[in-house]
């Protein structure tokens, strides 16, 4: 199957409902005492912060298994928003230390008909990568062996900005700013291909995103924490051409049941099938 620019659309849809789950529903206002904690999926904390007693993990893994075509390449998208601080500051009327006009951050500034409010807004943010998998068994080129890995490693950076907006009022006024900042974040992707057994062609990808921003080692509580990391961060996976293969429920000969007549099945994929039909028999009917 190839994948279209139509497919990684509809994916995408799918994929922004929990991107911006957090971002749009925690809390439902500024007053309210549900839901007071926002950011709370795919949070990726920097490794040293987590390592060190932090609540969030720094790193995801995925797995998957797919069957691809002569020729197939693995194409990959590493989504997720990176926090931008908005914070409103109003005018003092008096000058700081340095002589320029002083200002000071207040939850909320009212300039005519507008409303501004101290807040955290998401930055998406994305990091394409993509792995050519090992040929095929009588294929053009030499296929490698099985068992053999194909690596692959994607750095990323998204660095730290800063930017100020002034705020002027209908008589031209200068009332405030507003200065939006985010710090750096740094990590890598890394893409692992692994042949299972020739007549099938079958693949075992792994997919690890690492978050390895540098941060200060100490007591930093969660909510400062989240501007040197990743928040709703997930992956997105395509391969062109070939068939991604369901863990779950895999066909006859790639799961073992029911007489497919194959070789039998790696071993890592009777685990996990093995521990979903155990919870199938303990739910009640």
């Avoid at 005492?33 to 995925?62: D, M, T």
């Amino acid at each position: 199957m190839t994948a279209t620019a139509q497919d990684w659309q509809r994916a995408r849809a799918v994929a922004d409902a929990v991107l911006y789950e957090g971002y749009a529903l925690y809390p439902y206002r500024a007053s309210s005492a549900k839901n007071r904690v926002r950011w709370q999926f795919g949070v990726l904390a920097p490794r040293a912060w987590s390592e060190n007693g932090g609540c969030e993990p720094w790193s995801l893994q995925c797995e998957c298994l797919l069957e691809p075509d002569d020729g197939a390449r693995l194409h990959g998208m590493l989504r997720c928003l990176q926090i931008q601080r908005r914070t409103v500051e109003e005018a003092t009327g008096e000058p700081d230390a340095d002589g320029a006009p002083g200002f000071r951050p207040v939850p909320s500034l009212q300039i005519d008909d507008r409303l501004l409010v101290t807040w955290e807004e998401g930055v998406e943010r994305e990091v394409p990568f993509e792995l050519a998998l090992a040929p095929l068994p009588g294929g053009t080129a030499c296929p490698a062996p099985v068992g053999t890995p194909q690596l692959r490693t994607t750095d990323f950076a998204f660095p730290a900005r800063r930017e100020v907006e002034t705020l002027v009022d209908a008589a031209g006024r200068m009332r405030g700013r507003v200065v939006r900042e985010q710090g750096p974040i740094g990590g890598v992707v890394r893409v692992d291909a692994t042949r299972l057994r020739l007549p099938y062609a079958l693949t075992k990808v792994r997919v690890r995103v690492e978050n390895l921003t540098t941060c200060t080692l100490g007591a930093v509580p969660r909510e400062e924490i989240l501007a040197s990391s990743l928040v709703g961060a997930h992956v997105l996976l395509a391969v062109d051409p070939g068939t991604f293969l369901s863990l779950v429920d895999p066909p006859e000969w790639g799961g073992g049941a029911g007489g497919g007549g194959g070789p039998p099945p790696p071993a890592w994929i009777k685990t996990r099938l093995q521990a979903v039909q155990a919870r199938r028999a303990a739910q009640p009917l």
